[in-house]
Each structure stands twice: as C-alpha cells, then as structure tokens.
C-alpha cells in the first residue's frame, strides 16, 4: 500500500476532479482501483473509527470492544456500500446511456466518487464536532460525480444532470442506511 499515492489520489480528485477522471479513465484498472484506492481508504477509516472510539473522550478499557464493533461496522458499510452503489449504477446507466456501458467505468464512477464521502468518515471519526460542516461538504460529490460522467460515460447532455443526481444520491445515502441499519443491529452483540 503506497499511502502516498493514495493521498496524491485523494487530492487530485478533490483539486481537479476534471484531471483526475481523464488520469483514471486511462490508467486505473479495476484491481488497481481497489487495490490503490479504495482497501486504503476503508483500512483509514476503519483505523479512525477505532481510535475515534477508543479514545473518545477519554481512555477507558471497557471501550475496547466497542471500538472494535465500531470498526468492523465501519469496514462492512463501506464495503457493502461501494459494491451495492456499483450494482445499482451499472444497472441505472443503460437507461440513461441507451447501450451497455462498460462495468470497468461504472465502477470506477462510484469507486472514486465515494472518496468525499470516505474522507468525510474518516475526519468525523476524529472530530465528530464538525458534523455540520462534513454534512456541507459531502455535496462536493455532485461535482465529482459530475466531472466523472462527463469524462467516463457517454451520458447525452439532456441526461446528465438526472443521471449525475440519482448516482450523487445513492452514493450519499446508501451508506448512511447501510451503516445506521448495521449499527442498530450491532448494538445486540
């Protein structure tokens, strides 16, 4: 794991979204997108939710397990999420395309548009103090999600706002269902 690549990555979307899809529409293959991009980034935030947790507000031995279910919570989230969002858009895109796109570029749409969303998760694990600010800034995934459909898909222009939305929202609420849902049931364990 190259976290300095990760970081160049993580930047470069939120800096030049544009840039950055033309950098994967080329070069990132699928192995190499969860290999490079997203394992790190849930490996990070399951490691900020734990410490999140763990040393809240103060350190306690009892806050261990919690932490750990916290993590694991996380992880099964982001996980579930990313491959749930790529479905649904692989399945949605046909409509708004008019043919088949290809998988590879479905699943990079959602895989590297979910980078708001996980750098959100992971500096709220920290500092769950700035939550409204982190709720302001996941809107910045509408402008990702919309350079990238720009660049990877040939959405026709009448489409491309309808279509950049519906993945815009999956991307911003299935995780938050997908996590709320885990975390009530993760409070019987």
Sequence with gaps: MKFDKLFGTVVLL???????WRYFGRKSSYKG????FLYPMMLLVCIAV???TLFGYSFDAERIYPAVINMIVSFV?????YHLISFLVARITPRFVGAEPQRHCTDKLTCYSMSVVLVIEF????FPNFR?????????????????????????ENKRLAYTMAVSMMILILP????????????NL
Excluded: H, N
């Design 14 to 20: 939120m800096t030049d979204p544009v840039r950055a």
């Design 33 to 36: 997108m969860l290999v490079d």
């Design 50 to 52: 734990f410490l999140g």
């Design 77 to 81: 989230t982001i996980l579930c999420s």
């Design 123 to 126: 500096f709220l694990a920290l």
């Design 132 to 156: 409204i600010i982190a709720w302001i800034a996941q809107f910045y995934t509408v402008k990702i999600v919309w350079d990238g459909v720009e660049v990877l898909l040939p959405v026709p």
């Design 176 to 187: 938050v269902i997908i996590g709320r849902s885990l975390s009530v049931i993760s409070l």
